[in-house]
């Protein structure tokens, strides 16, 4: 693997109860998060083709890790979504590096399918920053009921000499949906909108 990874974490977060009403079955997301050194911190450097490859695996081993932690087979993934912390030697090109150009064929790999965008965000940030990885359903964008996002956020990370990806999987759509559009029953799956 070319990522130097310090540290590898998985959390599961599953409601069952919102404003008093039952959440049957559960609504869980699963976050798995790589810090990983940057090799590129503190220089201005033309070719990122390093972290792009670096993203390539970590969509697949993270992918991996959300999915197994949720218990589920890959197919019965809903959502999903990406985000990246670039510590304070980076910048937010290494980020994009890392999410854009090869980590969603293998987390769709990871999940079944995947036809819809991944959604994504990025920022720099210190140790313990928060973020919020945005998730969309992963056959059709226009899934009002799965329009969503999950914090994450590592004590002790990025360093500045570090990047901080996080990954994140669900087995349904926010608890109790009820703003109309779209519903999971309708999906055709065929140019990821719809």
Request: charged share 30%; hydrophobic share 45%; net charge neutral.
């Amino acid at each position: 693997m070319k990522a130097k990874i310090r540290k590898l974490v998985v959390q599961v977060e599953e409601t069952r109860v919102e404003q008093g009403r039952a959440v049957a079955p559960p609504a869980r997301r699963a976050a798995a998060v790589a810090v990983i050194a940057n090799p590129f911190a503190g220089r201005y450097v033309e070719d990122l083709e390093e972290l792009m490859a670096i993203g390539e695996e970590l969509g697949d081993l993270l992918g991996r890790k959300a999915v197994e932690a949720l218990g589920i087979a890959p197919g019965k993934a809903e959502s999903y979504g990406k985000a990246a912390i670039v510590g304070e030697d980076g910048e937010l090109e290494h980020a994009a590096a890392i999410l854009h150009p090869r980590l969603g064929k293998p987390l769709r790999a990871a999940v079944e399918k995947g036809a819809a965008l991944v959604p994504s965000s990025k920022k720099r940030a210190g140790p313990g920053a928060p973020i919020d990885v945005p998730l969309g359903h992963k056959d059709a964008a226009y899934v009002r009921s799965h329009f969503d996002a999950m914090e994450v956020r590592v004590a002790d990370a990025p360093r500045a000499d570090e990047i901080l990806v996080a990954v994140v999987v669900t087995d349904s759509g926010r608890p109790l949906p009820r703003i109309g559009g779209l519903t999971t029953a309708q999906i055709e799956g065929k140019d990821g909108l719809r």
